[in-house]
């Protein structure tokens, strides 16, 4: 029963490291190529963020504390629609379908498809995703950490 339970746990360990790091291992592929724009922010400088007092928008009633102190990570990678775009499309389909995310948003427009998409779990989201895939441009943005779905949706009212 020992070996049944720690192979499960060991499984389960497998299966959330790899969810987790999918966009990472997208992002290693394709920064620094030729063509390719590419942003990394570590969880160093959220560290170093988290020190600093409250973040807001000015002019805004948009209070980003509480979603910045607890991010991990944040990808962005953009490429032109060449061979390294249509791969960067591949990959980052092949993500979006591995069940992991869910939709959250979609909008086409003039040719323009994007598409948002968050990994939530007890109204805790641990990946946000953008997507977008206009003719000529392709570009993923992946934020990671542990942040409330209620902060998130604070965002979004006015």
């Known amino acids: 029963m020992k070996k049944i339970i720690t192979a499960f746990m060991l499984a389960l360990v497998c299966m959330t ?5 999918a966009a990472k291992d997208i992002y290693t592929r394709y920064s620094g190529k030729e063509g390719v724009s590419s942003v ?25 504390t509480n ?15 060449g061979s390294l775009g249509k791969a960067l499309s591949e990959d980052a389909e092949k993500m979006i379908r591995s069940g992991k995310l869910e939709v959250m948003m979609e909008a086409n427009e003039g040719g323009t498809k994007t598409r948002m998409y968050v990994a939530e779990k007890d109204g805790i989201v641990s990946e946000l995703v953008l997507y977008t895939k206009e003719p ?18 604070g965002l979004l009212e006015d």
Do not use: W
Request: contains cysteine; negative net charge; charged residues 20%.
């Open 17 to 21: 490291g790899f969810a987790q790091n």
């Open 40 to 64: 990394y922010v570590s969880p160093a400088m959220f560290k170093l963020i988290r020190k600093l007092p409250d973040l807001s928008v000015s002019g805004e009633n948009v209070n980003l």
């Open 67 to 81: 979603i910045v102190k607890e991010l991990e990570g944040l990808y962005i990678l953009n490429t032109g629609e």
């Open 136 to 153: 000529g441009e392709v570009t993923l943005i992946s934020v990671c950490g542990k942040m409330r779905m209620e902060d998130l949706a």
